[in-house]
C-alpha cells in the first residue's frame, strides 16, 4: 500500500501446502504457491536504506517471483521435555525471504500466567525468482522472551530481546488482544541500536497485526485463519 506511483499494489496468487506429521512430533511442511495476476510494474522505486535490505526489497520477491515459487518447505520437531519445557527444532525455506535452521524452548509452570522463551536461528537470505537459490547476506540471530497472559479481558503482553536479521541489537514490545469469537488484533514496536537517521521514516519498526478464523471443524475447532500484518 501508498507507494506513490502504485497507491494499491495488487498480486493474486493460489497457494498449495500440506502439513505432514510423519512420527510423533515430526512435521514436513511444505507449500507451493501460483501466481495469476498482479499490477506491480508500476512498482520502481528501490530501498535507498544503509541497513543491510532484509525486509525493504520485498517488491523484488513479489515482482520477479511473478507470484509463483517455494512459499516455505522445511522439516520440523515439536515437543515437551517436561510437562514445563517445550521445545521446537527446524530447518529448511522458512519463508519468501529466508531459509535456515534454528530452535526455540519454552518454559511455563503449570497454571502460571507468565512463560518464557529462548530461539535462536542461522539465516540466510533467499533468491528473488523464489526457487531454492540464495543470495550472500546470512546472519545469527536470536532472543530471549518473556510472555504474560494477563487476567485482564483477554489480553497477552510480550517482550523480546536480542539480535534481529539486520544484525542490530535491541528490544520488541507487543500486546494483543483475543476475542472470545476467535478474533485477534495486536500492536507491536521495536527499538534497537540503529540510529534514528539511519532507520529513517518512522524512526522505528512498528506495526499492527489481525487474526481472523476462518474454517471450522466439525467438532467446532478453528481449522485455518486469515493473517495480516501492516508494519510501517
Same mark, same amino acid.
Given at each position: ?13 493460489? %497457494? ?8 510423533? @512430533? ?18 520502481? %522505486? ?8 532484509? #525486509? ?31 521445545? #521446537? ?23 502460571? %500466567? ?16 523464489? @526457487? ?43 500486546? %494483543? ?22 532507520? @529513517? ?13 476462518? @474454517? ?14 501492516? #508494519?510501517?
Amino acid at each position: 500500500l501508498f507507494d506513490p506511483d502504485n497507491p494499491f499494489a495488487l498480486q493474486e496468487f493460489v %497457494r498449495i501446502g500440506t502439513n505432514w506429521e510423519f512420527a510423533k @512430533g515430526w512435521h514436513l511442511k511444505g507449500a507451493y504457491q501460483f501466481g495469476f495476476y498482479d499490477n506491480l510494474d508500476k512498482n520502481t %522505486r528501490s530501498s535507498d536504506s544503509v541497513l543491510p535490505h532484509v #525486509r525493504s526489497d520485498a517488491a523484488l520477491y513479489l515482482k520477479e517471483s511473478d507470484g509463483s515459487g517455494v512459499a516455505n518447505l522445511l522439516l520440523e520437531k515439536r515437543g515437551s521435555a517436561t510437562p514445563e519445557l517445550h521445545y #521446537r527444532a527446524f530447518a529448511g525455506v522458512l519463508e519468501q525471504m529466508y531459509s535456515g535452521v534454528g530452535g526455540e524452548v519454552l518454559f511455563q509452570p503449570y497454571g502460571s %500466567r507468565i512463560a518464557t522463551g529462548l530461539s535462536a536461528a542461522y539465516a540466510k537470505q533467499r533468491d528473488y525468482d523464489g @526457487g531454492l537459490g540464495h543470495l550472500d547476506y546470512e546472519v545469527l540471530t536470536g532472543h530471549a522472551s518473556l510472555y504474560w497472559a494477563t487476567p485482564w479481558y483477554n489480553y497477552d503482553v510480550a517482550m523480546h530481546l536480542g539480535r534481529y536479521l539486520a544484525k542490530d541489537v535491541g528490544g520488541t514490545f507487543e500486546v %494483543r488482544r483475543t476475542f472470545d469469537n476467535g478474533w485477534m488484533v495486536g500492536l507491536w514496536g521495536t527499538l534497537t541500536d540503529v540510529p534514528f537517521d539511519e532507520f @529513517g521514516e518512522g524512526s522505528i519498526d512498528h506495526g499492527l497485526f489481525l487474526q481472523i478464523p476462518v @474454517g471450522h471443524t466439525l467438532a467446532g475447532g478453528v481449522d485455518s485463519k486469515f493473517k495480516m500484518n501492516i #508494519r510501517s
